[in-house]
């Protein structure tokens, strides 16, 4: 079973930068990734994803802020956060963007003074 570790979440303030990792057990060669976040008291949403041939995609509230990106001979994805608002505040998940392996712990950013 494919396992996923994220991690590099922080306390940051706005406007600083946080890069987050995600490990995967497995090989990531061939799967479409993507990146999500829950705020408290909020549903998990899609922040990025990836292809296979690294054509990327943002949801609006982080276009030109985050950047997506990936190390298939690693099993890695990386998720570059800049320009950090209060409103990025959550725990951040990878995936398997087209069939989702189980979801990992998550990792947790909050964004304060």
């Known amino acids: 079973q494919v396992q996923l570790v994220e991690s590099g979440g922080g306390l940051v303030q706005p406007g600083g930068p946080l890069r987050l990792s995600c490990t995967v057990s497995?090989?990531?060669?061939?799967?479409?990734m993507a990146w999500y976040r829950q705020a408290p008291g909020e549903q998990r949403e899609l922040v990025a994803r990836?292809?296979?041939?690294?054509?990327?995609n943002y949801s609006d509230s982080v276009k030109g802020r985050f950047t997506i990106s990936r190390d298939n001979v690693k099993g890695e994805g990386f998720l570059q956060m800049d320009s950090l608002k209060p409103e990025d505040t959550a725990l951040y998940y990878c995936?398997?963007?087209?069939?989702?392996?189980?979801w990992g712990q998550g990792t947790p950013v909050t964004v304060s003074q």
């Open positions: 990836i292809t296979t041939g690294n054509t990327t």
């Open positions: 995936n398997n963007y087209r069939n989702p392996w189980p």
């Open positions: 497995g090989t990531i060669f061939g799967i479409y």
